[in-house]
Structure formats: C-alpha cells, structure tokens
C-alpha cells in the first residue's frame, strides 16, 4: 500500500500516528495522579481503546489486516451543568506533587480536542479511501472522548459554562429563518409575467401607432401630386425599423437564466 499512497498522504498519516503515541504516553503520566475513581475508571478506559485504535491503524497501513474501525462509546451521557456557582480560581503548579483531579481531566481534554482537530485535517488531505474512513472515525473518537472527560469535568464543577440572559439567547438563536420563509410563493414569476404584460402593452401601442402613422401617410400620398409615392416609401423605410416593436420585445423581454 505505501508505493500507492501520495508524498503529503504520507506526512498526514505520520503526523495522526505520532500524535497518537504521545497521547498514549501523556495518559500513562497523567495515571497516578488521578485520584477520584471515576476519573481512574475513564482513563483506564480511554487509555485501552486508544491503544488498541493505535494498533489497528499501523496493522491496516502494514496491510496485517482490514484495520477495523471502532467507534468510541462513553460509558454514560449525562446532562450538561449551565451556570456559574463560584467557580475555584485558576493558577500554575509548581511542583509535580500539585497536580490533582481537574488537572488531569484538563490534560485529557485538551488532548483529546488537539487530536480531533489534527486528525480531522489529515482526513482531507488523504487520498486512499481505506485510510481515510480509518482516519475520520478516529477523529470522531477523539471528539467523543473528549465530551466524556468535559461531562465529568462539568459535573465536578471543574468545567463550568458561563450563560447569557434569556433574552439575549433567544434572541440570537431566532435571528435565522430556514431558506425562503418571509418570500412569498411565485414571487419571480409574477414579476415576469407584470414584465411581460408591459410589454405586451408596448407591442399593443406601438402597432396601433404605427399602423395610424401609415394610414395618414397613405392618404396623404393620394392627395399629392406625383409625390405620393415617395412620400409614402419615406415614411415606411424610415428610421422607425431599428425600433420596432418586435424587436423591442427582443432585447427588453430578455431573461437572464439566474432570475429563472
């Protein structure tokens, strides 16, 4: 398979799989100084489906196998916290013997949204559609992982979510309408069709005119002597053929395909 893939496919995929040994090897640091056994629990959990995902990648790029793809479950989905309540002021750790419970849930998150956010961009520069399904759903794994250490940091109070007025929300959220609500229906075409009423009135006005114009000139030329017959071609090889009315309907009925 590496003789078929491309020089910048080659790069992204070294990129998502070195990514993926650092994130490894952060969990097994982060490990013991988690203390709460919830957090032990998911991070035991995510470690393992991390390695195995790890696993299956480098075996479907070294054609061992199909590289099944897995998609990450959270042990359980909560509801999200809203709100602030006091939320605990934040602050740098001096010493490694510092480091506690939010900290390690704040490594794992961060981690987890930088490697969705890589992967994702290598997806799209992946030619090899095998590596490129194998790639996406690692990605969305990563994104599912981190929303499971962001509920547990919400319902620690760790992660709190700032909220705006009511107000405010719900305005904001009802600015927007689906595609064509507040148009009214046949809008287009009933502009076409007052357009080609116009016209049509024009065509109407200027036949009678000119049908008129001929009739008096026709006459005319009958009453002069010897003159007639110049008169009446004067008038009906006039200027007045650039502008006809058919024409006219030619160039002014036009309708341009993007208002159709």
Wanted: proline share 3%; net charge negative.
């Amino acid at each position: 398979m590496a003789a078929n893939l491309g020089a910048h496919e080659v790069m992204e995929i070294q990129e998502v799989l070195t990514f993926a040994i650092d994130g490894i090897n952060q969990f097994q640091l982060y490990r013991p100084h988690a203390k709460d056994q919830q957090l032990r629990q998911m991070l035991d959990h995510q470690l393992q489906f991390m390695t195995n995902e790890y696993n299956g990648m480098v075996q479907l790029l070294q054609q061992q196998g199909m590289g099944q793809l897995i998609a990450y479950r959270a042990v359980k989905n909560v509801q999200p916290i809203y709100g602030l309540d006091n939320p605990a002021n934040l602050s740098p750790n001096m010493s490694l013997d510092q480091l506690d419970d939010r900290d390690v849930a704040s490594a794992m998150l961060n981690c987890h949204k930088a490697s969705a956010a890589m992967k994702m961009r290598g997806v799209l520069e992946c030619a090899d559609p095998q590596i490129r399904r194998a790639i996406q759903q690692s990605a969305v794994n990563c994104a599912e992982q981190a929303y499971e250490v962001w509920q547990y940091m919400n319902h620690k109070g760790f992660y709190q979510v700032p909220t705006m007025k009511e107000m405010t929300t719900n305005t904001m959220m009802h600015r927007y309408e689906t595609a064509g609500v507040g148009q009214q229906p046949g809008a287009g075409s009933m502009h076409q069709q007052s357009g080609a009423a116009a016209m049509g009135m024009q065509q109407h006005t200027a036949s009678n005119a000119g049908g008129g114009m001929q009739q008096h000139a026709a006459g005319t030329s009958q009453q002069q002597n010897g003159t007639g017959t110049g008169l009446q071609q004067n008038v009906s090889d006039g200027g007045s053929q650039n502008d006809s009315p058919n024409e006219l309907n030619q160039t002014a009925g036009y309708t341009s395909p993007l208002t159709q």
